[in-house]
């Protein structure tokens, strides 16, 4: 008995911070400006005021540092920084941070123009065809407050992406067959597509059709599509010649020589990231992979436990 209220104290405490990680998250990288708060050109966060915000109710100051402290990201990374300048602590998050503006007019409950047109574009979507919009800025705004919101649904991205549109950010997305298909037939002209996290909607079946369409691609993003296997692998470097960044981190059937392939084909890689793979890989395969991304300058990201 003693044994079962431990595990589920444990799975309790586990939750609490779970919850803190992701709300931290949210708002240092994305809605602390949404939320009301103070930024500073370095993307700092004074405590205080962060503690004031209904989704910290739950947590005191020294959780909220325990966890700016101890939060490590998959590839090894810390997630959020902490500095005191005397009396003052203020946090943030170490990288991707995308801040959505406050849509209401500072003091007010007034919402800004551009706040209430996007939200209704957004919850109008099927209304208007913006794939030939020339501005890539907005198009690309009302995509991510969509996907934020979970509303982007096929019928938007039809609406959406077009020949302008050089950036797509599918991670956390429902993808399905079609999506695939929308993006392969409007996303030509794409130069950077994160598909992260697509797992099993993601097969060489119409992962290969799908980049062969997308030739000007310079960033790719298939992590976490544990589906893919070398045939998808080793057709990139064919597909993709303008290719320059390629995120292949915790890829369960990728193996050293389709790693090697993906190097050795691809003409003008810098960048290759590969977290999450130390299953498939040995510290003598990491080894190899590093020694060729020196000689053929690529930079390449993996897990330190794998370099030696």
Do not use: W
Request: glycine residues 6%; hydrophobic residues 35%; contains cysteine.
């Amino acid at each position: 008995m003693e044994g079962e209220t431990s595990s589920l104290l444990n799975a309790n405490d586990f939750s609490h911070n779970e919850k803190l990680s992701k709300r931290l998250a949210y708002i240092l990288r994305y809605g602390a400006k949404k939320e009301g708060l103070t930024v500073s050109e370095k993307g700092f966060v004074d405590i205080d005021e962060l503690m004031t915000l209904d989704l910290m109710k739950d947590y005191s100051a020294d959780e909220i540092k325990r966890e700016i402290s101890i939060s490590i990201s998959a590839s090894g990374k810390k997630r959020f920084q902490m500095k005191t300048d005397g009396k003052d602590v203020s946090v943030r998050a170490s990288y991707r941070r995308r801040f959505e503006p406050n849509p209401f007019h500072d003091g007010t409950q007034v919402t800004r123009l551009t706040e209430f047109c996007l939200c209704y574009i957004c919850k109008h979507i099927e209304d208007y065809c913006l794939e030939d919009f020339p501005d890539e800025y907005l198009v690309r705004e009302i995509i991510h407050k969509m996907k934020r919101d979970k509303k982007l649904s096929n019928k938007a991205l039809l609406n959406l992406v077009g020949p302008g549109l050089e950036l797509l950010d599918l991670e956390g997305s429902f993808i399905t067959e079609k999506t695939l298909n929308i993006v392969k037939q409007q996303g030509y002209n794409l130069k950077s597509l994160s598909l992260k996290g697509a797992g099993y909607l993601l097969t060489d079946h119409n992962f290969v059709p799908l980049i062969k369409k997308l030739g000007h691609l310079e960033t790719l993003d298939i992590s976490g599509c544990s589906h893919l296997t070398s045939v998808s692998f080793s057709s990139i470097p064919r597909a993709l010649p303008s290719l320059r960044r390629v995120l292949m981190s915790n890829l369960p059937n990728l193996s050293e020589t389709d790693i090697l392939v993906v190097m050795n084909e691809s003409q003008n890689l810098k960048y290759l990231q590969l977290y999450g793979n130390d299953d498939q890989l040995t510290t003598v395969a990491m080894s190899g992979i590093l020694g060729l991304g020196k000689e053929k300058r690529i930079y390449v990201a993996a897990t330190s436990s794998l370099i030696s």
